[in-house]
C-alpha cells in the first residue's frame, strides 16, 4: 500500500449539491432558501442571542450580584511559601521588585503577605500589604516590614 493508493471509503464522500443552477437541476428559483425575507438575501447573519422574536435568555434570567470596582486585587504569598521562595531564589529581601524580576509576579501585581505557614530565615519585606500575625512572625524572627 502506497500514498497513492489510498482512496476513502465506498460511499463516504457524497457529490456536492449544485444550488441555483436553472430549473432544470431541481434547486433553481430560490435555491432552497424559502421565500423573500432577509435569509434569502446574500450577506444575512442573524444577530448573537437572536432567539426568534422569543425573549432572549440574557433577558428571562434576573440580575444577580455586585461587583465593586474599588475592590484591591492582591497577589497571595502565606509566610511557607515565602519560606519555601527564599531557599528557591536566595532572597533576602522579599520585594515586588525581587518577585518580579524572578517571573513570579507580572509588573501590576500587588502583594500581600499573610500568616499561614512558618519562617525561619530572616527577611525584609517590603510588599503592599501585610495582615498582622504575618507581621508579628516576621519581626519575631528579627525581619522588617515595610508596606509601600
Known amino acids: 500500500m502506497k500514498l497513492h493508493n489510498l482512496k476513502p471509503a ?19 428559483g430560490t435555491s432552497t432558501k424559502g421565500n423573500k425575507g432577509g435569509q434569502s438575501r446574500a450577506g444575512y447573519s442573524s444577530k448573537m442571542a437572536h432567539e426568534g422574536g422569543q425573549m432572549p435568555i440574557q433577558r428571562r434570567l434576573p440580575k444577580r450580584g455586585f461587583k465593586n470596582n474599588n475592590r484591591v486585587e492582591y497577589t497571595v504569598y502565606n509566610l511557607g511559601q515565602i519560606e519555601q521562595l527564599s531557599e528557591k531564589y536566595g532572597f533576602t529581601e522579599f520585594s515586588v521588585e525581587n518577585l518580579y524580576i ?5 509588573k501590576t501585581d500587588k502583594v500581600k503577605v499573610l500568616g499561614n505557614g512558618e519562617l525561619k530565615t530572616k527577611l525584609s519585606f517590603k510588599v503592599n500589604a501585610v495582615s498582622e500575625k504575618a507581621k508579628t512572625a516576621i519581626e519575631a524572627t528579627g525581619g522588617t516590614v515595610e508596606i509601600l
Open 10 to 28: 465506498e460511499g463516504s464522500v457524497h457529490k456536492e449539491r449544485r444550488i441555483g443552477r436553472g430549473e432544470a437541476s431541481g434547486k433553481g
Open 102 to 106: 524572578n517571573g513570579l509576579i507580572s
